[in-house]
């Protein structure tokens, strides 16, 4: 049978698994009656028919729009042809003085809030703002205030107040224009004319709900996973909501919500000073744009970023803070030791590709960086998996540093994997000492979470089913397993320190998999104690086939994470743990911590 | 045979016959697509039950009444991915690896799941096509009553859409 027959046959037979359903079709049908949908769409037709009949002769078509109009006054409900468009909202701008914003931004499980307040001139330009956050990357509690003459930054954390000359926009990165909304629909309503986004106006019958326009961006855009929600009052016209989502998936997650609120309400002008605020003994730096960052010379976004990067990671290196604030957010380089509180950074292990920020708010560059770096003693890896690069808006010649999400992970040792002669002999520990690693355990992995329909798994509820997922036997050991049709082997790990790191075994990404680690306890008699664990990210503990701990979490190992009661039988204890890994590092620790 | 197209106007005009011979037309792709989702059947009953409603409120909304077919089977797979949503979140954490994973009723096997899967990666025009040949069971001429164009088109178009099923399922090793 060639593979068109066998092609065809089987679609046929797919075709056939799916019988005809008389039952969907009557539950359908009823509740289409018992809703009235039919009956509804009579006063939607007679401006549909509008629509369709507009090249229909002239006369007659503004006949029926006078009639039209005439059932439309009986019937107010009736609908009312979209008719918003963005220029309204930009126009309606111009009337505002005052204006609230509320933003809240969600980081993994986290959720950040920061407010704004904006004062406008007549044509509804922001002349003078405040902007504060209860936290910011790497810098804390953040106040900036300022206007067209000059910024102000409060770092509370360093006791510090930035003083900048001119637009607030140009200080710590911070773009006043990202959360201004005149400034967003003059934005958005050029990228229309430019065919870079895609809009949908949904404006509602009902008056007091608001207009809905969603901006999407086409595939193959650096925003098409993407999708931004602002909710627009009719009768005003101005801006009340944005919602910003990102696909990921299976579905789009929340990224950012901006509530826009107390319109033309007077702002005390000490809202826009620190006056008061400030204490005496704070140190105030100036900040000069001329000093900051590096030329791009001939090198390509890319490249740049890239380069931007290594000059940083090698300024702190080499101790030369002031350089490395020149390049992170033109700060102080007093700002930038005392954020490393102590560590020192060694070297830096790798530079990640730098791509255009998918978000469609912002212009910046990313890139990553891995580093070591030694704290009290004790080695670490610092992995810095964004770094946001932005241009100097003065200067479209010069970038800067102005975010970074990092992590901070003990460096894991040498681990040594052996294939031959698996079994549990060569991970059995003849007892426990409280307080000691273990160091020795069979390891299986890293697998692939299990295929489930189209539920993917990077999805939350991907990933809790793949948590939740185990097709092992806990309690009798088989060197080899077959998981969802794949056959794996156990091989044995050993490591030399106490935190196992386990995307050695990887040969590629260890995003989204699963490791599952056994060792053999012989105990000398009935043992009560406690398990110190810990994770990246999520773990289950099975001791003797009982499941005795699970927590699903996104986290870095840290040593004793997780505190958990045990009771060792006298003689062999079969001990398993899963260890589940969304994205980035994957590791593990355990040890008895005694009763 | 009326098309798409005659069918859409039809119940804008307040005809519901037409409506329900669009559900007849469409219920098994529109279940077809909630089962790639939800690899269940009876929840894909519950998808393609919401998706219909759905679609008959927005009905007015649908600007080329021609790509209702289309159409329909996007909003069947939004109506599933709730469904799927919606259970995760109120089922405890264990019982939803017993409702999706261990359940052996009422699933699809999962050599199907996997070519509905391929089916389902389909560009939009070609999947609509194959889901009308091989679920609805239409013959060649009546899509292209259906779809308002000519045999030999439809005829070349679903000539190429088993052609990217046959490169996908090399490709995969199906």
Redesign the interface.
Known sequence: MTLEDKLERELEELGSTIRPNEKLINAVMSRIEEQGLAKQQGQVLLIRRIIMNRFAKLAAAAAIITVAAVVWSIFPTSVIPAAYALQDTIEAYNSIRFLHIRETESIFQLMRTSEAWLQCDKYGNVTRMRFQADWVNAIGPLTVVGGLDGTQAWLKRFNLVLQGRGDTSVILGYDVLQIEPKALFERLYQQEQAGEIILDINEPQEKREPIKVTVTYPQGSRSENWKKVLYVDQATKLVTKIEKFQFGGGQYNHVKTSEFSDYNQQIDPMMFNLTGEVPEDAKVVEMTDSETSLPQGDMTDEEFAREITRQFFEAVISKDFYKAGQLSLAAPGSMIEQSLSGANLLEILSIGPAYPDPDPDSNAMICSCKALLEFNGSYYELDAWRIRIVRVEKDPNLWLICDTDFLVIPAPGKITITHDNIGLDSVTYNSLKPGEFMKKWLVLGPLPYPTLGDIDFSSKEGQRIAFHTDNLDFVNFAPKVNIDGTEYEWAMLESEHGIIGLEELSEGSNNYTIDYVWAQIDMPEETKGTLGIGSDDGVKVWLNGELIHKNWMYRTVGVDNDRVPVLFKKGRNQLVLKIQNSLGYSGFCCRLLGE | LQSDNELVSA??????AA??VL??RY??PV??VA?????DFHRA?DA??EA??RA??K??GLRNQAAFGPWITKIAKHS??NI??RR?KVAT??S??AE??EQPDGR??S???R???V??KLPKAHRHL?MLR??S?YPVKELARITGRSVGTVTKQLSRA?EQ??TQ??RVGI
């Open positions: 119940c804008l005009d307040g005809s519901k409506f329900e559900v007849r219920e098994r279940r077809a089962l790639g989702v939800l690899g009953e393609a039950q219909f409603i008959r409120k009905l007015p599933a991915i799927a949503r995760v954490q264990d939803i690896m999706v994973i699809l096997e050599d199907k799941q070519l509905l899967k089916v389902m194959i091989y679920f069971k088993r099923l046959r399922f090399e």
